[in-house]
């Protein structure tokens, strides 16, 4: 039988630091790092920690998931970050964060997509079929203006949420299409 055990690890002091979130990883990860490496944000991040303080100005730099980021901004746990319009659309917290500015990186679109077919699909002829993606509101949401119906929780189309191999859904049955960045 396997045995959790909860560490208390020691963090660093950040109480007088400008906490700057940024992705941990994927797509906007190296492209972050380039960016604070070319405006002389200087740090040290230790394999496997999640924070790092820059050495030469008042800055805890805090890895999170892109897709937390937008959230924690908003909710003022964050004083700062960089994540994607997606992020933030999909997060609902438009009205809660400000753009600073676009960075010119990470452009990506929202596709449906579906098996390929004989024939060809459009959007429409998904509308009260099972649509998979780890992008619900935002999916919910272009449903919603596809039926004509003003809340997006009381469309027809089902609307599922899986956090990975989103393409996978519909050759093991789950759904008729996908939502997904590409």
């Given at each position: 039988?396997?045995?959790?055990?909860?560490?208390?690890?020691?963090?660093?002091d950040t109480s007088d630091r400008m906490l700057f979130a940024v992705p941990k990883k994927g797509r906007l990860y190296d492209?972050?790092?380039?960016?604070?490496?070319?405006?002389?944000?200087?740090?040290?991040?230790?394999?496997?920690?999640?924070?790092?303080?820059?050495?030469?100005?008042?800055?805890?730099?805090?890895?999170?998931?892109?897709?937390?980021?937008?959230?924690?901004?908003?909710?003022?746990?964050?004083?700062?970050?960089?994540?994607?319009?997606?992020?933030?659309?999909?997060?609902?917290?438009?009205?809660?964060?400000?753009?600073?500015?676009?960075?010119?990186?990470?452009?990506?679109?929202?596709?449906?997509?579906?098996?390929?077919?004989?024939?060809?699909?459009?959007?429409?002829?998904?509308?009260?079929?099972?649509?998979?993606?780890?992008?619900?509101?935002?999916?919910?949401?272009?449903f919603a203006e596809l039926e004509g119906v003003s809340d997006p929780d009381k469309i027809r189309t089902q609307v599922r949420?899986?956090?990975?191999?989103?393409?996978?859904?519909?050759?093991?049955?789950?759904?008729?299409?996908?939502?997904?960045?590409?």
């Amino acid at each position: 039988m396997a045995t959790s055990t909860f560490l208390n690890a020691s963090l660093p002091d950040t109480s007088d630091r400008m906490l700057f979130a940024v992705p941990k990883k994927g797509r906007l990860y190296d492209q972050c790092l380039g960016l604070l490496n070319s405006i002389g944000i200087e740090f040290h991040r230790k394999p496997r920690h999640d924070i790092a303080l820059v050495t030469n100005m008042p800055i805890a730099l805090i890895f999170l998931p892109a897709a937390d980021i937008a959230t924690y901004v908003a909710k003022g746990n964050i004083d700062i970050g960089i994540t994607g319009l997606d992020i933030i659309s999909e997060s609902q917290t438009e009205n809660d964060v400000a753009e600073l500015l676009r960075l010119g990186f990470g452009k990506c679109k929202l596709q449906v997509q579906v098996p390929l077919q004989p024939q060809s699909c459009s959007v429409q002829d998904l509308v009260g079929k099972r649509i998979v993606t780890s992008f619900i509101n935002l999916t919910k949401q272009r449903f919603a203006e596809l039926e004509g119906v003003s809340d997006p929780d009381k469309i027809r189309t089902q609307v599922r949420f899986v956090s990975g191999s989103v393409e996978a859904a519909c050759g093991l049955g789950l759904a008729d299409g996908i939502v997904d960045l590409v």
